[in-house]
């Protein structure tokens, strides 16, 4: 064996990696690492993939003084003393997270104790770092000694490019990091977060394992494959792995009784026994084959939640707000839907709003059916939710991410506005989340508009042409521009309002239209998807309410 062998029991080893040669790989362009990367080019080979190691970690950028192995052989005897390794305590801030074995001998798992407490005496900012076990644990198979996987493993942490970012550090940046995948599940994995809804008590502590699924139940061969795409591509590999994990789960479990009572276990279980369900390739080949956001898109909206979490007084470990625990029962009062059916509703609201409570604002029954009401009652709330019941005992809503006084940016005209995390929904005759689009086509207009003048106004509103013809610079519809300080044009075409009617744009080509009176409705469906219909083309409202978002926490 080689010099990169000594902390591997290769009994426990795949055979077909002990391969050992002196292959070398020669790449400098980018795009051919990546592939490499991608394709397993160094998988099959131990020596290789520990150089390819050394060698792109050797590359981050770090802060000027960053702790090397020179120091740990400096510092080890004085922290470790003559204590038993194996039984070595781990600093808080793993959060008693799994110490995975890999395949390593006894040597390499004790060795793992040692390098962490070493780490927790050099970086003490460190406060919540779960995956740290994991990382040395892999890095130690590759490495020539101890010192070497202490400095590899200190140049990863202390990372000083803010483009690139490595393994979370802090409790807010964890906990965030949790709810934007929260977020990525709720619009990229639909299926398996309705599933997930239907068998957890609380939806976000199971995503809130998101990252245990890569860094401490993961087998060896596939954690392997993900950090040499993750070291090359960087933190959005992570998110992409994680839901095609999540989307492999739902595919073979779907249909079948859980094995416990606890998803959350299960799916520990499922992914230590993944190799049952998928080889490391197709899972790669899946996770890449999801058209997920930019690195810039998932950057703001990380921020977005931290934001959230911050202004919530969220920044240390605490126990998460159980989502069904949000819409308290004794409390929520509603003449059209269920607590039930709010909760299902919450489950797909993005996660910074999921901590809140729902507070009526509006409501036909008491406020009367005035849009002018409407708009002064729902003014200086955001997000908002609408929920109407038609007199055919249709339910059907939207959760809406801008506050209703932008309207007013348009003057007397019909103005758009919204992001793309709106979305409708239908509750009756059958539950029905609708994906967002861009509201632009001409034609529905025609359909959702009167007759005459108020036709052509709408008409010319909603035409593509009001859409700026160059987004090539455009961010995100996913988060509201305001929010980040930037150019009004990265704002959507989601909602619109005027003294005369509104208009939600729907995902999937579903349009809502309301008159002024707020007593008649119409929907239009503008393309050929198979999906149903938010409800009749054309109702009567039996009631609406509108509901904003209480911060009990701050309150």
């Not at 390098?115 to 076990?133: H, R, V, Y």
């Not at 394992?209 to 139940?217: C, S, T, Y």
Request: aromatic fraction near 10%.
């Amino acid at each position: 064996m080689d010099e990169y062998s000594c902390f591997v029991d290769w009994d426990k080893m795949d055979s077909t990696i002990q391969t050992q040669d002196s292959k070398e790989l020669i790449c400098t362009d980018f795009q051919e690492f990546k592939q490499l990367a991608r394709q397993g080019f160094w998988a099959k080979n131990h020596s290789l993939r520990a150089k390819v190691y050394l060698k792109l970690i050797g590359n981050i950028p770090c802060r000027t003084v960053t702790p090397d192995a020179n120091v740990y052989r400096d510092i080890v005897v004085k922290i470790v003393g003559k204590r038993n390794t194996g039984t070595l305590p781990l600093p808080e801030f793993v959060d008693n997270s799994l110490v995975p074995n890999y395949c390593l001998n006894a040597e390499g798992i004790g060795a793992v104790r040692k390098i962490i407490c070493c780490i927790a005496n050099q970086f003490p900012d460190i406060s919540f770092c779960p995956a740290l076990p994991s990382v040395v644990a892999l890095l130690l198979h590759y490495s020539r000694d101890e010192a070497e996987c202490f400095e590899m493993v200190c140049r990863i942490l202390a990372c000083n490019d803010p483009s690139k970012r490595l393994i979370d550090q802090t409790f807010l940046a964890f906990e965030s990091s949790c709810m934007t995948f929260g977020d990525l599940v709720n619009k990229y994995c639909q299926a398996a977060h309705k599933l997930m809804v239907a068998v957890s008590e609380d939806v976000l502590e199971v995503y809130s394992d998101w990252q245990r699924w890569l860094f401490g139940e993961l087998p060896l061969v596939y954690v392997a494959r993900v950090f040499d795409v993750f070291l090359v591509e960087g933190y959005k590999v992570l998110y992409r792995i994680a839901l095609a994990l999540l989307k492999v789960f739902h595919k073979v479990r779907a249909g079948q009784p859980m094995e416990s009572d606890n998803v959350q276990q299960d799916i520990r279980a499922f992914v230590r026994d993944i190799a049952k369900s998928v080889s490391p390739e197709k899972l790669l080949e899946k996770a890449f084959a999801i058209r997920l956001f930019s690195r810039k898109e998932i950057q703001l909206l990380h921020m977005a939640n931290e934001k959230a979490l911050q202004q919530k007084g969220i920044t240390v470990k605490q126990k998460r707000q159980n989502v069904h625990l949000a819409v308290h029962a004794e409390n929520f009062k509603s003449e059209i839907v269920s607590v039930k059916e709010m909760r299902d509703i919450w489950s797909w609201i993005p996660e910074r709003f999921a901590l809140c409570q729902p507070l009526l604002l509006f409501t036909t029954l008491e406020h009367g059916c005035s849009l002018n009401r409407f708009y002064s009652h729902s003014e200086g709330h955001e997000p908002t939710l609408l929920v109407i019941k038609t007199t055919a005992k249709e339910v059907c809503g939207a959760y809406l991410s801008t506050d209703w006084s932008e309207r007013r940016r348009g003057g007397n005209k019909l103005s758009f506005f919204g992001t793309g995390e709106c979305f409708v929904f239908r509750l009756q005759p059958e539950v029905e989340r609708y994906e967002w689009v861009i509201i632009k086509h001409p034609e529905l207009a025609v359909t959702a508009s009167e007759p005459g003048a108020k036709s052509t106004q709408v008409s010319t509103v909603l035409s593509s042409s009001s859409i700026p013809s160059d987004s090539s610079d455009r961010l995100s519809p996913f988060l509201a521009a305001r929010h980040f300080n930037l150019p009004s044009k990265t704002a959507s075409m989601f909602m619109a309002g005027s003294n005369e009617c509104i208009i939600i744009g729907g995902g999937d080509g579903q349009a809502l239209y309301l008159d002024a009176d707020l007593n008649h409705g119409r929907t239009s469906h503008c393309n050929t998807f198979n999906n149903q219909p938010l409800c009749s083309e054309s109702f009567q409202i039996s009631a609406m309410e509108v509901w904003g978002f209480k911060d009990t926490m701050n309150a």
